[in-house]
């Protein structure tokens, strides 16, 4: 029923992923945003799991699409 399965969501929300695999996002997204397919992946979801295992919350498709997103828009970093 609905009660049960939102309080599933909710629990798997609070939990942080152990894995890539277990974000809300992943290649389709990184796609979408029009990043090709190829190393940068991987340093994108490492960067994202990284930051939901500190905040759990923002294990969101939403939210991690928007953080995706905005550091697209960040100059890279001097030597890197």
């Known amino acids: 029923d609905r009660a ?3 309080a599933a969501r909710r629990t798997l929300r609070e ?3 152990a894995a890539i695999a277990e974000l809300a996002i992943g290649g389709a997204e990184l796609r979408e945003l029009g990043i090709p397919p190829g190393r940068l992946y991987g340093e994108v979801l490492r960067d994202l799991l990284e930051r939901v295992t500190e905040d759990p919350s923002l294990n969101d498709r939403e ?3 928007r953080m995706v997103r905005e550091g697209l ?3 890279p970093l001097a030597g890197g």
């Open 4 to 6: 049960r399965l939102a």
């Open 15 to 17: 939990h942080a992923p």
């Open 63 to 65: 939210t991690l699409m």
């Open 73 to 75: 828009d960040e100059p």
